[in-house]
């Protein structure tokens, strides 16, 4: 099962659906959510307001093992953070690293507008905290904390991909 691109939503958990579902439904209280983001490094240091403001503006969604979150070259209309499970990077030079709670993904097409630079592929079942393009910049207006938390990983993973490289071009283990 793939993530349709063109409404960028996981078929099997419409907002419709979540909604009406009252068993095995995704859709959670607003308190509910906030445990979840508490438990999320990104958001370590909001206080109650900006969590209430995270969970009122995202979604939970839960998703399958062997699922395709996102696909390289398709466009990116969401922002991922994971709750609980784990998923495998797939770039164009191979299968990266794993992304386990905690992480997030799917930031830079909203940032830049450009298609997805990876395939992610949820290795075990997912829980998924998910801020739609549409609420990704009010997000990150409202949340200062939360754009200096992404600065830093997004530079950690530039700093690791140029290691990565460097290690490549000079034949040693980048481990």
Do not use: C, Y
Request: aromatic fraction near 6%; hydrophobic fraction near 40%.
């Amino acid at each position: 099962m793939e993530f349709d691109p063109r409404t960028d939503r996981l078929p099997f958990n419409e907002s419709d659906e979540a909604e009406q579902a009252p068993a095995g439904a995704t859709e959670l209280s607003g308190d509910a959510r906030i445990r979840h983001l508490q438990r999320v490094p990104l958001f370590s240091g909001f206080n109650e307001k900006e969590l209430r403001r995270v969970a009122e503006l995202a979604r939970i969604v839960d998703v399958p093992a062997g699922t395709a979150v996102t696909q390289i070259g398709e466009p990116g209309n969401s922002f991922f953070v994971i709750i609980d499970g784990t998923v495998a990077v797939r770039t164009p030079v191979g299968t990266g690293a794993q992304l386990h709670p905690g992480e997030f993904f799917g930031e830079m097409s909203l940032l830049d507008g450009e298609p997805r630079s990876a395939t992610i592929v949820a290795t075990t079942d997912l829980r998924l905290l998910v801020v739609d393009r549409s609420h990704f910049w009010r997000l990150l207006d409202e949340t200062p904390d939360l754009i200096r938390g992404m600065l830093t990983i997004l530079s950690r993973r530039v700093r690791r991909l140029e290691q990565t490289v460097h290690a490549i071009l000079h034949g040693t283990n980048p481990t």
